[in-house]
């Protein structure tokens, strides 16, 4: 297993549109192990295919206390959404520092594939429903700040900017 480079906004990158994946090999099994490995050692509860610069519709979580419950996602969509939203802070490790207030869904079920390609579907509430959500628009090319306003959104691009030129 290998840690991978988490992309930072504003990176081009990060707004790519990811493509849905065909072949479950050992090659895809090892990308889904050093992508959870990733988003343990960043302390994340989710990571997109397309925050480490591979734009495929992949998906990694883990939303549970004791950070042992992986679920896999592959080509995953979302097939309902509840009609109740609620505002929550959100943040992404590929904002690293960034929190902010963003309205999702509630509940929502999901259709996905795990790393063997079995297909099921998820009802998630809660986190896992937020955290879903967050990462699907991720393969989608969208990062949350987007959801921000315009001066929050360049606000934080400039803070950003600023943290990778300090670092480099």
């Known amino acids: ?17 990811a493509t849905p994946i065909t072949v479950f090999d050992e090659k895809l099994r090892t990308l889904v192990a050093d992508m959870l490995e990733t988003m343990y050692e960043a302390q994340g509860v989710g990571l997109a295919a397309t925050q480490v610069n591979v734009h495929q519709r992949l998906v990694v979580m883990d939303t549970s206390e004791e950070r042992n419950q992986a679920t896999v996602l592959i080509n995953p969509e979302i097939t309902w959404y509840s009609e109740e939203r609620v505002k929550g802070e959100e943040g992404c490790l590929s904002v690293p520092g960034i929190y902010d207030g963003v309205e999702r869904a509630v509940h929502v079920k999901v259709k996905a594939a795990d790393e063997h390609g079995q297909v099921r579907e998820l009802e998630a509430e809660g986190l896992m429903a937020v955290c879903v959500q967050h990462e699907l628009d991720h393969l989608m090319g969208k990062v949350f700040v987007e959801y921000l306003s315009p001066l929050k959104r360049n606000r934080i691009k400039t803070k950003m900017l600023k943290a990778q030129k300090e670092d480099a």
């Open 1 to 17: 297993m290998a840690l991978l480079n988490i992309l930072c906004y504003p990176d081009p990158r990060l707004h790519k549109v």
